[in-house]
T-cell receptor, first 113, second 109 residues
């Protein structure tokens, strides 16, 4: 079982360009999340989706958009990248079991120049 | 506002015991998590506490006091592979996880 996969592993992007970070899970989890992780700060929630067809804004949604056309895929799009979006991005999904464990993808390291 | 506090860095000796503390102030509480994150890798689940008390899982134990807004992660018989960051997170009233910045644990031989 692959769990959660993310692509690309890393990317250097010119400011002003757009980019989509891909996230796919094969665990049939309903809820999925996008976080960014920056040095000295905790994981910060960008957007989430409780189930296919629905999305919501997290703590730091500006400059990002998401879609959830089906259960497995949850892409994150940067419409016009800025240097402050340089970060490591993690996608996660929730098992829905009694402990609400979140499973994380391997992350995408994005550098915006 | 919502806040999770944990020490930035701790150092311990191989074979010893270390306790990593976490205090929280959140809007609602639906459980507290500890995750381990090795450098350059994704966080992985360690423990979940929703009721007061101690949960033991092998060399790792996690304690929760809801009245004090306090938790700790206890690591026994430390091994070099335990060198990692340990993240405390609280599930708030909206069932969103609020994350601490993490505690970097350095294990010395």
């Amino acid at each position: 079982t692959a769990g959660i996969t993310q692509a690309p592993t890393s990317q250097i992007l010119a400011a002003g360009r757009s980019m989509t970070l891909r996230c796919t899970q094969d665990m049939r989890h309903n809820a999925m999340y996008w976080y960014r992780q920056d040095l000295g700060l905790g994981l910060r929630l960008i957007h989430y989706s409780n189930t296919a067809g629905t999305t919501g804004k997290g703590e730091v949604p500006d400059g990002y958009s998401v879609s959830r056309a089906n259960t497995d895929d949850f892409p994150l799009t940067l419409a016009s990248a800025v240097p402050s979006q340089t970060s490591v991005y993690f996608c996660a999904s929730v098992s829905g079991g009694e402990n609400n464990e979140q499973f994380f993808g391997p992350g995408t390291r994005l550098t915006v120049l | 506002g919502q806040n999770i506090d944990q020490p930035t860095e701790m150092t311990a000796t191989e074979g010893a015991i270390v306790q990593i503390n976490c205090t929280y102030q959140t809007s609602g509480f639906n459980g507290l998590f500890w995750y381990q994150q090795h450098a350059g890798e994704a966080p992985t689940f360690l423990s979940y506490n929703v009721l007061d008390g101690l949960e033991e899982k092998g060399r790792f134990s996690s304690f929760l006091s809801r009245s004090k807004g306090y938790s700790y992660l206890l690591l026994k018989e430390l091994q070099m592979k335990d060198s990692a960051s340990y993240l405390c997170a609280v599930l708030d009233s909206n069932y969103q996880l609020i994350w601490g910045a993490g505690t970097k644990l350095i294990i010395k031989p």
